[in-house]
């Protein structure tokens, strides 16, 4: 099992941190609350999820964060380093009273410098066009650049540009 702790923190009170064992219940409740905008639809048993997190551990270029506000778990985003670049998942508001404050755009920035700081690999995500995150992933640098059917392929571009 490798070490993959990390914290990483913005302003009024947030941060991000890679998960740890303690967060699987929610990582797996807010997934299951949101399952219909994700592609794997299924709904997630504890076992799967230990699985995963199994699986997880062992990936060395695999982060999945836990957005916190004033050490409270409000949501988790994740990104891992695919062959042909970073390949951002699982981006979920978990505690939706938290809605409307920036606070995970303002994490999302944080996962993305992450990223970007670790290697310049190209930052790409995967959304199904029912997702109503797309807008919200243009507000925060991405867009769309190719059409796969049922979901956009997007691409951040204003990494590009010179901001995270």
């Known amino acids: ?52 997190f199994a699986g997880y551990v062992q990936r060395s270029d695999d982060y999945m964060f836990i957005v916190e506000v004033e050490g409270r778990a409000v949501g988790c985003m994740g990104i891992r380093l695919l062959t042909d670049g970073w390949d951002v ?30 290697n310049h690999h190209p930052i790409n995500l995967n959304v199904l066009k029912h997702n109503p995150a797309i807008g919200w992933y243009q507000k925060n640098g991405f867009q769309i650049t190719n059409d796969g059917g049922a979901h956009f392929v997007m691409l951040h571009v204003a990494a590009q540009a010179g901001s995270p």
């Open 89 to 118: 998942y699982n981006v979920i508001l978990g505690l939706t009273e938290y809605a409307g404050r920036g606070l995970m755009s303002r994490a999302f920035q944080l996962m993305l410098r992450f990223a970007r700081e670790r």
């Open 1 to 52: 099992m490798q070490d993959k702790s990390l914290r990483f923190s913005g302003q009024q009170g947030l941060e991000i941190r890679t998960i740890a064992l303690a967060d699987l219940e929610n990582l797996r409740a807010w997934k299951n609350t949101h399952r219909m905008f994700f592609f794997h639809q299924e709904e997630i048993q504890p076992i799967q999820q230990e699985r995963w």
